[in-house]
């Protein structure tokens, strides 16, 4: 799954909308987030389970603020944080462990597109669904592995539409650290270990 997808996933995004992105400093949601101000996002937020993550998608993007998923009410924080609106789209890669607290989170008409399962399948019993009706959300869900090669190509061709972005500086890769790949198993600790900040490298020679 790439940001890209994800944008073009959720194609009811308008200049103006305010977006949220889990696991803010994963690579693909550090793309998100630089692609999203250049969409004219009004605002852009990152969900963590570690604050120095949080802190750190604040200090490097300028981004309007994050919220820590290991702390209970999120999603009501979430909403003191926008003045009671709301966030118009949430990507999220999380799934059952971020699903309530979505919703709790999202704008009226707002969108959730799921990407992922990382945070589990299974709802808990006392999930409260009835927002789905009070404020009309729109909850989505894809993969980039069932796509075929054709939807795939498609999709990695509108990247080209950034290259300038990216020889301006204004779109950029953010690399916690390059290894040899002969210590991919330190890589993998690393990675483990969810203290990392952008993309693992480990370089064949």
Same mark, same amino acid.
């Given at each position: 799954?790439?940001? /890209?997808? =994800?944008?073009? &996933?959720?194609? +009811?995004? !308008?200049? *103006?909308?305010?977006?949220?992105?889990?696991?803010?400093?994963?690579?693909?949601?550090?793309?998100?987030?630089?692609?999203?101000?250049?969409?004219?996002?009004?605002?852009?937020?990152?969900?963590?389970?570690?604050?120095?993550?949080?802190?750190?998608?604040?200090?490097?993007?300028?981004?309007?603020?994050?919220?820590?998923?290991?702390?209970?009410?999120?999603?009501?924080?979430?909403?003191?944080?926008?003045?009671?609106?709301?966030?118009?789209?949430?990507?999220?890669?999380?799934?059952?462990? /971020?699903? =309530?607290?979505? &919703?709790?989170? +999202?704008? !009226?008409? *707002?969108?959730?597109?799921?990407?992922?399962?990382?945070?589990?399948?299974?709802?808990?019993?006392?999930?409260?669904?009835?927002?789905?009706?009070?404020?009309?959300?729109?909850?989505?869900?894809?993969?980039?592995?069932?796509?075929?090669?054709?939807?795939?190509?498609?999709?990695?061709?509108?990247?080209?539409?950034?290259?300038?972005?990216?020889?301006?500086?204004?779109?950029?890769?953010?690399?916690?650290?390059?290894?040899?790949?002969?210590?991919?198993?330190?890589?993998?600790?690393?990675?483990?270990?969810?203290?990392?900040?952008?993309?693992?490298?480990?370089?064949?020679?």
């Amino acid at each position: 799954m790439t940001a /890209t997808q =994800a944008l073009h &996933l959720i194609g +009811a995004f !308008k200049p *103006g909308d305010s977006v949220l992105w889990h696991a803010g400093a994963s690579s693909v949601s550090i793309a998100g987030i630089q692609l999203s101000k250049l969409a004219g996002a009004s605002a852009v937020y990152v969900t963590s389970r570690t604050p120095d993550k949080v802190k750190w998608c604040v200090d490097t993007f300028g981004i309007a603020g994050g919220f820590d998923t290991t702390k209970k009410g999120w999603g009501e924080e979430a909403q003191k944080a926008t003045g009671g609106k709301g966030i118009d789209v949430i990507v999220d890669f999380m799934g059952a462990s /971020t699903f =309530a607290d979505n &919703l709790k989170a +999202a704008a !009226k008409d *707002g969108r959730i597109a799921n990407l992922g399962l990382m945070g589990g399948v299974n709802l808990p019993a006392e999930t409260n669904i009835s927002l789905f009706l009070a404020k009309r959300l729109r909850y989505e869900g894809s993969s980039l592995r069932s796509r075929d090669e054709k939807y795939q190509a498609e999709l990695t061709g509108k990247l080209e539409g950034y290259l300038e972005a990216f020889a301006k500086g204004d779109l950029e890769v953010k690399v916690e650290k390059v290894f040899d790949w002969k210590d991919v198993v330190k890589a993998h600790e690393l990675l483990e270990g969810n203290g990392t900040k952008g993309k693992v490298v480990c370089v064949i020679s």
